[in-house]
């Protein structure tokens, strides 16, 4: 049995009244938070420990879940710099993708996990749409299993309107489904999972929606999708289908608690009741839709609402990292300005969108987004001390105005240690960091794309 004793930190819990004990501790018995308290640690559970981590002078929160990312596109990110989303897909996704191979969506999901870890993130959603070579989805399975984090694979799908070399038959998504839901959903201590991601409503057609919607709800996953990312998305589905993304949803009672809308920035107030009503997980990406000039989503509106919001980097490609603690300041000062209200969002509401909402978007808000006893063993612990931060007066304030990912210090998951004083357990980094390069040029070279 493995008992690690974390003490002396400020324990931010975000717990339903939102506990910080500083100084606290907290008490993780193998895959469990076995304890949680204000003050020292009594002496009988210090007697249990088998490890003491002393957290003076750093805040200890919850693993955040990023709750949108593209992994494959770590070899991609600075390729198409300054594009708006269609034009960026053609200039940079598509063209490279299409030569990827199973080690290639190996190692650049290593590596973006790896970066994950170093950015506070415990848990990813991967939206894993490059399915170029059979092997591609285990590729990112095994990166996962490696890697020590927990990790929903939204396979992605699209059967229309997309490039061919990236569509498929309803008839190879259901089986490819069914083959990684046999081998992967719910090993490595139920760590791994698996749910659908059909890709865009424009790349969708309704039987096939129809079909896995379905399947989702006779297997017990979710559904993962892009909507209303760029107004010219928005017209393409009203063009075509004469309805908006979210309208289209709920024709096919395709909207619940198991549905994540990714980006949701062009949304009408019609849009907003239906998914208010259905109970579905918005999942905001604001750096990326800031760096795509794709808008402003209304999420102060949707969080007083009380729609969940999660929170995510969204691909490296379009980001151009996958830093959860740069996505925390970037929500709040967002919406501030363009709200011109400083109190529209604050450091609380944010830290609780990547923990509690991301909790709700990864399907498992029971088990993960708080440190509370009976909940996973997913922490993480930031350093508070640096001159970037000192004074703290306020923990929470720091970590969402103050730190980025050099700061996050150590990194729990399932009670095991990814990464203790800033360096990487789990893999040997540098090693990595060379074997992905090799791979990025070698991928580059067959795609026939040229880096000006």
């Known amino acids: 049995m493995t008992v690690i004793l974390i003490e002396n930190g400020a324990i931010i819990t975000l717990d339903d009244v939102r506990h910080v004990y500083n100084p606290g501790y907290i008490l993780l018995q193998d895959d469990r938070i076995a304890a949680v308290g204000s003050g020292a640690a009594p002496a009988e559970l210090r007697a249990r420990a088998t490890e003491v981590i002393d957290a003076s002078l750093m805040a200890v929160m919850p693993g955040m879940v990023n709750a949108h990312t593209h992994l494959f596109q770590t070899f991609i990110r600075g390729l198409a710099d300054d594009k708006p989303l269609l034009d960026w897909l053609k200039a940079a996704i598509w063209p490279v993708a299409q030569a990827l191979t199973e080690e290639d969506a190996y190692l650049a999901a290593l590596l973006g996990l790896v970066e994950n870890i170093r950015g506070g993130a415990t ?6 749409y490059i399915h170029t070579e059979p092997g591609n989805d285990d590729g990112v399975f095994r990166a996962a299993e490696e890697s020590g984090v927990r990790f929903l694979n939204a396979r992605g799908w699209a059967d229309m309107n997309y490039p061919p070399a990236f569509q498929e038959t309803p008839e190879r998504i259901e089986a490819e ?3 990684l839901h046999d081998r992967w959903h719910g090993r490595a201590n139920g760590r791994l999972r698996l749910e659908f991601g059909p890709l865009i409503p424009w790349g969708c057609s309704d039987a096939t929606m129809r079909r896995t919607c379905a399947l989702a709800a006779e297997w017990g996953v979710g559904t993962h999708v892009h909507v209303a990312e760029t107004q010219a998305e ?11 993304h979210i309208e289209w949803l709920h024709s096919l009672a395709a909207l619940g608690p198991d549905v994540q809308l990714v980006h949701s920035v062009w949304l009408s107030d019609h849009e907003l009741d239906l998914i208010e009503r ?10 990326s839709n800031m760096y795509l000039a794709s808008g402003v989503a209304r999420v102060p509106e949707m969080y007083r609402r009380g729609i969940p919001v999660a929170l995510a980097t969204d691909g490296p490609g379009s980001n151009n990292n996958q830093d959860m603690m740069e996505v925390l300041k970037t929500t709040c000062l967002l919406h501030k300005v363009s709200s011109l209200n400083a109190m529209v969002l604050l450091p609380e509401d944010v830290l609780w969108m990547a923990c509690r909402g991301g909790a709700a978007a990864f399907g498992q808000p029971d088990l ?8 996973k063993a997913d922490v993480v612990l930031a350093d508070l001390n640096t001159p970037l931060a000192m004074p703290v007066h306020k923990p929470v304030s720091a970590l969402v105005y103050n730190l980025a990912a050099r700061d996050v210090d150590t990194v729990i998951v399932d009670g095991r240690v990814l990464m203790r004083g800033k360096r990487i357990l789990v893999v040997d980094e540098a090693a990595l960091l060379d074997r992905a390069r090799a791979a990025c040029a070698r991928l580059f070279a067959r795609a026939g ?4």
């Open 449 to 452: 794309v040229v880096v000006d």
């Open 368 to 375: 993960i987004g708080s440190l509370e006893v009976g909940k």
């Open 123 to 128: 848990s990813v959603i991967d939206h894993q």
């Open 278 to 287: 259905s109970g579905a997980v918005v999942v905001h990406c604001p750096v």
């Open 177 to 179: 489904m069914r083959r």
């Open 234 to 244: 928005v017209d393409m589905e009203l063009a075509s289908r004469g309805m908006r």
